[in-house]
């Protein structure tokens, strides 16, 4: 019988079939390109294989082609008769990601685990920052993806997918140590590993060794296929490094060659948040001359994201709006006001308050952003992605303290801050505010 790299029975009888299976989760796990040749291969060598369909719509769901990936999905349940109760489970699971049934799958994951710990594919869908954990709206999903690691690792050894996840699980825990240990270790078992190399270069973030990400990816990525989904997001982690160091030509370098929209072979929502966060954040730097991206921006954020639904997508939605103003931010805020009715906005009245604070701050309004933005820090980790990600709005409640005069509310969050990591930006931001807070105390 053929099997899966986790050596899973697989339903069927062409080996030509699954071997090209298994190359495709490789690539899937390894989030390297080639994943979409293998898995229509295998279907072409056993157009049955309900399983190939399945992942290839999982494929065409993460890009944004939703038709298609429902379609795919639609005959995968079909084929599913023919399968094993392992992979008809395993399918249920995922179509219901698909089909936009996010508590189902979590649920659907969970049980099916319990069962089979070592159908990586489905553990995947529960983890990281775009995961089915990240976007549930839990404020405790960062430990939720820690625990379910936990659960299964026994079933995984040294396994190269399974540390990976397991490093990056712990890393955005706040266990930084253990984190970075196992994602180095992942990376010594398969360098080809762009799933490792993202964990790795979160881990270095967060324990503020900048230099060491940034050399570590300058020195990786050449060997990476560019078509790979996650290219385009590590060279966003470089841009952090240098943003840290103040080196705002060098960061918007990088958007010009690297992440701004322009047919990039790149996951709409990797492409739309990473170009809108990194526009955000120049802006907050000081860098002027912005206006043209941000036209680009907005317009594909419309174009991918054209309705209140991807609340992640949605709070980026929000930078952009705001940075070129106009009336899609009320549009959007309708929307999402809709759907907080409807109990549909997993990160609750928090997501609307922060996109509301943006658009304060862009006008001026320091004293409305605080505000807002304030109470919302304390629900902020519910939006998902990573500690990375979410920290564009915790920089930007610094920034309306400073322009707002509220020198020592900045100074204690940089304070907050800088103990948990160390940073060039920040340490900067440390000294310039206690200067202005002791010129401001009466002599």
Known sequence: ?????????????????????????????????????????????DPGFALAHIARARLHQLNMQGNEARR????????????????????????????GKPKLAVSGAEAHLGEYPRDALVLSMLLGAFGLYAFSGRADHDAAKLA???RVARHYGEDWWFLSYLGWSHTEAGNLSTGRTLSERAMGLRAANANAAHGLSHAMFEQGDMAAGRQFLSAWLPAHDRKS???????????????????????????EQQIKPADRPYPPLNIFTDGASLLWRLS??????????????????????????????????????????????????????????????????????????????TDGDHDGAIRLLEPAMAELVRIGGSHAQRELWE????AAYLRGGHREKAAGLISTRLERRPSVRDAAWSRETQRAVKNDSPQ
């Open 395 to 398: 920089d930007t409640l610094i």
């Open 284 to 361: 907050l730097a000081g860098k002027s001359g912005l206006e043209p991206h941000w036209r680009d921006v907005a317009a594909y954020g419309e174009k991918y994201f054209p309705q209140a639904g991807a609340h992640f997508a949605d709070v980026h939605h929000a930078l952009a709006a705001a940075a070129i103003g106009g009336e899609a931010l009320d549009t959007r805020l309708a929307q999402l006001e809709a759907r907080a009715a409807d109990g549909k906005l997993p990160p609750g009245r928090a997501a609307i308050d922060m996109c509301r604070g943006m658009r304060a701050f």
């Open 1 to 45: 019988m053929n099997r899966d790299r986790y050596d899973l029975p697989l339903t069927t009888t062409s080996d030509r079939a699954a071997a090209h299976y298994r190359d495709g989760m490789d690539c899937m796990l390894s989030a390297w390109h080639g994943a979409e040749d293998a898995f229509d291969r295998a279907i072409r060598e």
């Open 148 to 150: 379910v690691c936990e």
């Open 229 to 255: 989904f996650l290219h385009g997001h590590l060279w966003w982690h470089i841009s952090l490094t240098a943003l840290d160091e103040g080196d705002l030509e060098g960061a918007l370098a990088i958007y």
């Open 72 to 99: 795919m999905a639609a005959h995968a349940r079909q084929l599913a008769a023919g399968a094993d109760a392992r992979e008809r489970h395993h399918i249920d699971v995922m179509a219901a990601v698909i089909e």
